[in-house]
């Protein structure tokens, strides 16, 4: 139970936390159609992380409003991935679209969780995803090679996300447990799904990642599963909890 | 004592009565179509004064669910219910393929464009041509796949030269 609770908290943290970045363009975002679908993403994100906190809160973890409001940041187990400042819109839309083609891998992968209520759940978030997916996978192909500014900004986030997207799959605590009792698949086995789905079509792109074939030559940015953040997510903890914690409990 | 407990037993109501009670119960953002017509309440069950209400958010994240959630609750207390739990479902899966043709309809007149019911591949689904809810012309085009609300999408109609939105298929 312990094990479980702790993964569905890694993967509803991801959620907030990425959610929350992608807030950060309400308003900024280049153009008015992009600010309308990075704040309805950013919605769809934080309304996946209160799905999968609730999952853990009927298994006895906290509130989903505690968990997101009154923990410390070191107890968050989000990936450093999601943690990272909004950079340029071309980083923000390279970091959705390999964070959102990871979550498709693994929500696919829960089809056959042993584990109803996660099962259920996977499905649902799924078919609310496949709008992300389809909207970057759109942009990446575009911007690839639509301009020389537009493609050097790609390639440059490319290089910078590459490496922090493997760190998704750092492995969980407990994780081997889960495997066994067949809740979750192997993160390993979910790396190499996602690696032989974003390779084609970041190449189709033109453009370059660290890889021999589908074999990555670069450090993964691991830490985050154990609470080995960046400082960012500090800062972003403060910002979320700021309103909160002026009257804790208080109700709106 | 004796006699509360009648008047009360008088003033109980049904499981089908509550259904059909739920039924004035609006959509907040979309007021012409109930959370019977969208779905999202699955079941209704009644015991004395007590009753319990299973609700189904249609996005994870629609900030909408929370009225929703109150709206029922003072609909059930109208109805003189002590007990009321609604229990809301979140891993329930809700689709627009659910939604009849009656609510499609209501939905249109509206001024929102029905969502077409989903096919195998969404990108198929979203290539389909979709009708003007103002002029009827199907010379439309998408313009985001995101929109206002999570659960719409924005649309231009060459026809009448005006912006709409359709319910996004889900």
Known sequence: MKDLITYLTALADDELVLGHRDSEWTGYAPILEEDIAFSNIAQDELGHSLALYSLAEALGSPSPDAMAFERSWNQFRCCRFVQYPKGDFAYTVMRQFLFDSAEQVRMNSLASCSYDPLRDCSAKILAEEAYHLMHTQALIERLGDATEESHIRMQTAATAAFAQALGIFEEFEGEEELVKQRVIVASKTLKDEWLSTVIPILTKSSLKLPVRGTVPECVPDLGGRKGAHTEHLSHLVADLQKVYQMAPGGSW | ?170
């Open chain 2, 1 to 170: 004592m004796q006699g509360w407990g009648r008047m009360k037993a008088l003033t109980q109501h049904t499981a089908d009565e509550v259904w059909t009670a739920l039924k004035q119960v609006m959509d907040p953002e979309i007021p012409v179509i109930s959370l019977v017509d969208l779905n999202v309440i699955r079941e209704v069950s009644v015991n004395g004064s007590d009753v319990s209400i299973r609700l189904v958010p249609t996005f994870s994240g629609c900030p909408a669910l929370d009225m929703m959630r109150q709206n029922v609750v003072e609909k059930l207390r109208e109805l003189g219910f002590e007990n009321i739990d609604v229990h809301v479902d979140r891993t329930a899966l809700w689709s627009t393929d659910e939604l009849s043709d009656a609510t499609r309809e209501k939905l249109r007149e509206f001024g929102i464009a029905p969502p077409v019911r989903k096919g195998t591949s969404l990108a198929v689904t979203l290539m389909l041509p979709v009708e003007c809810p103002f002029c009827r012309s199907k010379e439309t085009r998408l313009e985001g796949e995101f929109g206002a609300t999570l659960c719409k999408q924005l649309f231009y109609c060459d026809g009448c030269r005006q912006s709409f939105e359709r319910f996004k298929p889900l």
